[in-house]
T-cell receptor
Framework: DVKVTQSSRYLVKRTGEKVFLECVQD?????MFWYRQDPGLGLRLIYF???????EKGDIPEGYSVSREKKERFSLILESASTNQTSMYLC?????????????FGEGSWLTVV | GIQVEQSPPDLILQEGANSTLRCNFS?????LQWFHQNPWGQLINLFY???GTKQNGRLSATTVATERYSLLYISSSQTTDSGVYFC??????????????FGTGTKLQVIP
């Protein structure tokens, strides 16, 4: 089975702190994604990556950056956390292209910024 | 970008009842997936169905790509079906990057 593992399930951080959310997948997938989920807004794409050291902005990249130094690992960075970044963050992965490129999600990381 | 609308936003069912969830999208797609998010937040892929019909146990899905909608059928619902159901689509021009857009979901509660 595909496994996408997010390093922290629950985090509480202070305003202005630098926050790292780590994600690892074990299926050699090319694509990796970071979403945030907020009530009434569904899932919104922050950044995605289709290869090592490659990244593309999603729909809401402001206030975030990402790093992909190894194929299996994709990190989301909040340079200076703010209260409006309190949310659930979901990491996902998939194969690059072709049919049946199912997206697999991690369990999510609940971030509270106080 | 592509717009995705799901209906109904909320649904309460008696255990054993059947239901149909709908996903409308605004442009041609080459990728459509249905997900179930359980009460603990885990998202599980149910179907990859850019066109046609698929069935998996009590769940089935149909996508009519030419009319830009997809339906998810749940038969003989169980309390474990509770959660939020999301539709996600990827447009025809997304190339190999598979940038998908999620709908806002249908929240289903199945009561005993």
């Amino acid at each position: 089975d595909v496994k996408v593992t997010q390093s922290s399930r629950y985090l509480v951080k202070r305003t202005g702190e630098k926050v790292f959310l780590e994600c690892v997948q074990d299926m050699d997938h090319e694509n990796m994604f970071w979403y945030r989920q907020d009530p009434g807004l569904g899932l919104r794409l922050i950044y995605f990556s289709y290869d090592v050291k490659m990244k593309e902005k999603g729909d809401i990249p402001e206030g975030y950056s990402v790093s992909r130094e190894k194929k299996e690992r994709f990190s989301l960075i909040l340079e200076s956390a703010s209260t409006n970044q309190t949310s659930m963050y979901l990491c996902a992965s998939s194969i690059l292209a072709g049919t049946g490129n199912t997206i697999y999600f991690g369990e999510g990381s609940w971030l509270t910024v106080v | 970008g592509i717009q995705v609308e799901q209906s109904p936003p909320d649904l309460i069912l008696q255990e054993g009842a059947n239901s149909t969830l709908r996903c409308n999208f605004s442009d041609s797609v080459n990728n459509l997936q249905w997900f179930h998010q359980n009460p603990w937040g885990q998202l599980i892929n149910l179907f990859y169905i850019p066109s046609g019909t698929k069935q998996n146990g009590r769940l089935s899905a149909t996508t009519v790509a030419t009319e830009r909608y997809s339906l998810l059928y749940i038969s003989s619902s169980q309390t474990t079906d509770s959660g939020v159901y999301f539709c996600a689509v990827g447009p025809m021009d997304s190339g190999g990057y598979q940038k998908v857009t999620f709908g806002t979901g249908t929240k289903l509660q199945v009561i005993p």
